[in-house]
């Protein structure tokens, strides 16, 4: 096991990955890899990541955006426009597992970085590209950014009130999804990397998660050619799979999907005569007349708040929920107990707290997570120790500006 302070132990101890994403989908992705165990050098230009200077929340220079991404990494600055800071990158390419970058498709071609010649050099490099759109197409060069292909995928069209706009999923399932795609991309990559003794290409398009992730929907779409429209709090084959007002402005969802599940929500809420009415004996009945069954079943939850409501309903084997606020959730003795509230300290005041990791291993403790770095923390002891530059070169790349140093006074080591 490493003995390397930015290194978690985990599954992926021994992996190296040459990290040259920003903002969001490339970080997440990253930061998972980082999580189980592999060596992650975040590069960066001088600039830094756009992601760090993100408002509203900071902690010191850094946004609490980048914080939430970026754990489990060292960070290096490099000036990749200029010759040497792209020998740099190469040479560090040369000695990295996996390359992860999420640029315009042809934006590193023309810097010098291509796919063709690092993998002629490096045939066990796994390169794994994110963009927009992918590689190819109509739509290669366009930028693209979350809610975009949110919007284009379909899966914004079926999100909000029935009656209502389309907006999109509280959370950016865009960025995250191919991040996650990415991640299983490049793992399935290093198992072949094994028998084959050879790297691999990976085009990740955000269009093509989202697409991928409207799922059923989409197999309902192609088979009836209707469009489903917006969702609302409803589902489109399980009227009784729903979220309902409770009393107080609270709100909760149940999943009951079986007729036993069924027969244990009438009983919760004192509607058993339901049971026996033709229009709700089974599924199918209760999907044709959903019209006519959501008011009755919202008049009875509006008896009590919706934490009134969970113990009972879970008593008669009725799935439930609560529709929480984050401050309900990071309060939940589930979440707490699984740990995914995460506090992560640096040195003197520097800590954050952000959401946890959920790949749990039965073997191996939760132990420590390295906070964030500061951009160009790690630049000297990567630049010298891994690629064995003399100090005195290095300090020549540093007056030149091809490389940047972390300049603050508290680096969060």
Request: glycine share 10%.
């Amino acid at each position: 096991m490493t003995t390397d302070p930015k290194m978690r132990p985990g599954p992926l101890n021994g992996i190296r990955v040459l990290d040259l994403t920003q903002f969001l989908a490339g970080p997440f992705a990253t930061q998972i890899l980082g999580d189980l165990g592999a060596e992650v050098i975040k590069l960066e230009s001088p600039t830094g990541d756009w992601a760090r200077s993100l408002p509203p929340h900071f902690v010191g220079e850094d946004s609490c955006y980048y914080l939430s991404i970026n754990r489990s990494k060292k960070a290096i600055a490099v000036d990749m426009k200029q010759p040497e800071g792209l020998d740099l990158v190469k040479n560090l390419a040369g000695k990295s597992d996996i390359l992860f970058e999420n640029f315009r498709p042809g934006v590193l071609d023309r810097l010098g970085l291509s796919w063709d010649e690092l993998s002629a050099e490096y045939p066990k490099l796994i390169w794994a590209s994110i963009s927009g759109f992918g590689q190819s197409g109509p739509y290669r060069d366009r930028p693209a950014y979350d809610m975009i292909v949110q919007a284009m995928s379909g899966g914004m069209s079926m999100t909000g009130e029935r009656d209502g706009v389309s907006v999109r999923a509280g959370i950016p399932l865009g960025d995250l999804s191919a991040g996650m795609y990415a991640t299983i991309g490049a793992l399935a990559a290093l198992e072949e990397r094994r028998t084959t003794g050879k790297g691999k290409f990976i085009d990740i398009s955000m269009l093509d998660c989202q697409v991928a992730m409207t799922c059923y929907q989409a197999a309902y779409y192609l088979q009836s050619g209707q469009n489903p429209g917006r969702q609302g709090r409803s589902h489109a084959s399980i009227p009784t799979y729903r979220s309902f007002p409770a009393a107080n402005n609270t709100e909760l969802v149940i999943t009951a999907n079986t007729e036993r599940m069924w027969q244990g929500l009438c009983s919760a809420l004192g509607l058993e005569v339901l049971t026996k009415d033709a229009r709700f004996l089974k599924n199918g009945d209760r999907f044709a007349n959903r019209e006519e069954l959501w008011p009755l079943l919202e008049e009875a939850f509006s008896a009590k708040e919706a934490k009134e409501w969970v113990p009972l309903l879970l008593e008669h084997g009725v799935p439930v929920g609560e529709v929480n606020q984050l401050s309900d959730t990071f309060n939940d003795q589930q979440v707490l107990h699984r740990d995914m509230l995460l506090l992560i300290e640096g040195s003197g005041e520097r800590k954050v707290k952000v959401a946890g990791n959920p790949l749990k291993f039965l073997d191996q403790p939760e132990g420590q997570y390295v906070f964030p770095p500061a951009l160009g923390e790690d630049t000297h002891d990567v630049v010298c120790d891994l690629l064995e530059i003399s100090e005195s070169d290095f300090r020549a790349l540093k007056d030149k500006g091809v490389v940047t140093e972390f300049a603050g006074g508290d680096t969060g080591k």
